[in-house]
């Protein structure tokens, strides 16, 4: 077992959005569970996925800063799921979006295919632009995003996560 400070991985809170589209690399994604290896394998390179293994609190987060409040922004996972992928099949996951700390998420449900393996895919959801953006403000300038199955309570494994991405949409 990996033994760190936490068993979370915590990924790089000094993510800064470039224009146009970007992509985060797992192993920079806060991954709840993710510094214990009964759980995740954690990649230490940018171009390789990382592993759920298993776990009843599916929790991966990221978070964009230098956004534009004026502009909508898509944002979501790359994702496969290997052959011996488990208990997907009755229980949605869900990506949460929100504009700075004090935002309201903005949520959108997906289940996912378990007969369609190690096949990659993307798991979406936008951020529409603020109402009354406050261009100067850096809190909403931050752009907060996850991928979540915590209701359930019911154990989970076989999920890929190849990166997280956001783009600026029209």
Do not use: C
């Amino acid at each position: 077992m990996a033994f760190s400070s936490s068993p979370h991985n915590l990924g790089n809170p000094s993510t800064n959005f470039t224009k146009g589209k970007m992509t985060i690399p797992s192993k920079d994604l806060d991954i709840v569970w993710g510094g214990d290896d009964r759980y995740w394998t954690i990649p230490n390179n940018e171009n390789s996925a990382a592993h759920l293994h298993q776990v009843s609190w599916l929790e991966v987060t990221a978070s964009v800063r230098g956004t534009n409040p004026s502009k909508n922004y898509d944002v979501g996972f790359r994702v496969s799921l290997t052959p011996d992928a488990f208990g997907w099949s009755n229980y949605p996951v869900y990506i949460m979006v929100k504009r700075g700390k004090e935002g309201e998420f903005a949520w959108k449900k997906f289940f996912l295919n378990t007969n369609e393996t190690n096949k990659p895919f993307e798991i979406t959801g936008r951020l529409i632009k603020a109402e009354n953006p406050l261009e100067d403000s850096s809190d909403d300038q931050m752009v907060y995003f996850g991928l979540y199955e915590v209701w359930s309570g019911k154990w989970k494994g076989g999920l890929k996560i190849h990166h997280a991405f956001i783009t600026e949409s029209p």
